[in-house]
């Protein structure tokens, strides 16, 4: 596989974690973000969720995504001819002011630290 595809693929597969960790009941947007400075990505954050909700006091597993519903979240915006925007911090007040109309559109706001 050449470099470029496989830059292609290593985003795609970051961004159906950073969905599936934003898309899981009971992760807050502060919540995602406090995983994420904690273990560096969303990766690790949901390999490790499901413990840290026990360490929480959860008696239960967290319902994360499967990546066919990430997957198909990503073609519906696909299909609208729409993109998801995955927004740092520091872009937070624009994106807001943009979200109603984005989301109107079929876009998926993902807002990142």
Known sequence: MSKFFES?????????SWLKLARTP???AKTFFELINIFGSSELAL???NSMARA??????LEIPSDAAIELE???CESYNTSIICAFEGLL???EE??????SAGCTLLFLD
Do not use: H, P
């Not at 943009?98 to 989301?103: D, G, I």
């Open 26 to 28: 009971g992760v807050s």
């Open 8 to 16: 292609v693929y290593e985003e795609q597969l970051k961004l159906v």
């Open 93 to 95: 007040t624009l994106a």
């Open 56 to 61: 929480g006091g959860s008696k239960k597993n």
């Open 74 to 76: 990503i073609s519906q």
């Open 47 to 49: 390999s490790n969720l």
């Open 98 to 103: 943009l979200a109603s109309n984005l989301s």
